[in-house]
């Protein structure tokens, strides 16, 4: 599944706050730490079911008013932190909606059952072997 990245961008409220940290008197007049925010209830770039599965898999990120927030400081750019956000949030948003493929359970072959308890006894054997032998 995947979804117009475009539009969800046009969706997205982005805002420069201060960044912290070590970075002396430049840090303390330079907005540079981006914050986006995207309202899932409100946003019309994914369907019911895949709004149903983000809810559910992303439930720990979500505000009380079901927006998703991420922020990004990690460099002195501005607009390198708002592209790293927008990755994040996307990747965020495609890991979510991956739907896991269905693992049919299968049956433990007679051979390798039988091979498994060879091996047990085997190895029953030896130790018992190690002993000292009883002496009547």
Do not use: W
Request: with cysteine.
């Amino acid at each position: 599944m995947s979804f117009d990245k475009e539009q969800l961008i046009r969706e997205l409220k982005i805002k420069a706050i201060r960044s912290s940290g070590s970075g002396g008197q430049h840090v303390n007049k330079v907005s540079s730490k981006i914050e986006l925010t995207l309202n899932l209830k409100e946003s019309s770039v994914f369907n019911e079911q895949e709004k149903e599965r983000l809810f559910s898999k992303l439930k720990t990120r979500l505000t009380k008013e079901n927006n998703i927030i991420v922020y990004c400081g990690d460099t002195r750019s501005q607009h390198k932190n708002k592209d790293l956000a927008i990755q994040r949030l996307i990747m965020m948003l495609r890991e979510a909606l991956v739907i896991p493929k269905y693992r049919k359970p299968t049956k433990i072959p007679r051979s390798k059952i039988k091979k498994r308890l060879k091996n047990k006894r085997l190895k029953s054997e030896r130790k018992a072997n190690r002993k000292k032998p009883e002496i009547d």
